[in-house]
């Protein structure tokens, strides 16, 4: 019984020791992460989400877009998703070159709005969108790699800084 008694906790204490090993490592390497990106070495360019590729890989006839008129010929879709493309890649290169010469959220945000207002201005909500978007472009490209949640206080602060 004895002997039976050690088995049980030797391999018990391994098996539990083993779980608790590898939820210490995963817990570092969520904790980590930007780190080990880091040491890994550099992100291959950031472009266009890749929704977009498969949705064009999909070859859809007609696409209902978030806003604005259903795409209802195979030559409206693909003209929307090059709209989608196009306008990411401007918003992009606009709120990056804000940041490359140190300008604040505000000044990118006027810039931009200057610089894609002839183009997508036309485009429904894009007024309403565009505060958002550049915000998010700019929070990228300068403090936050991810996505933050955005709550009732993140959109008081933003207003303030667009509005300052």
């Known amino acids: 019984m004895r002997r ?35 040491l890994a070495g550099p992100v291959v360019g950031v472009g266009p989400p890749a929704s977009l590729d498969r949705i064009a890989a999909l070859q859809p006839q007609q696409l209902v877009p978030g806003r604005g008129a259903a795409l209802t010929t195979p030559e409206q879709v693909a003209a929307g998703i090059a709209g989608t493309r196009n306008f990411i890649a ?6 990056e070159e804000g940041v490359k010469a140190g300008k604040d959220l505000n000044a990118v945000y006027k810039d931009t709005m200057a610089r894609l207002t002839p183009t997508y201005g036309h485009w429904v909500i894009f007024q309403h969108c565009m505060p958002f978007d550049v915000t ?3 929070d990228e490209m300068t403090q936050y790699a991810d996505p933050r949640v955005w709550t009732a206080e993140r959109d008081v602060q933003m207003w303030k800084a667009l509005q300052a």
Not at 12 to 38: D, K, M, N, Y
Not at 90 to 95: E, G, K, L, N, P
């Open 4 to 38: 039976a008694m050690i088995a049980v906790h030797l391999w018990l204490g391994l098996i539990l020791g083993g779980l608790w090993a590898l939820q210490g490592l995963t817990g570092s390497v969520l904790v980590f992460h930007r780190e080990i990106e880091r």
């Open 90 to 95: 401007d918003v992009r290169a606009s709120v």
């Open 136 to 138: 998010r472009c700019y």
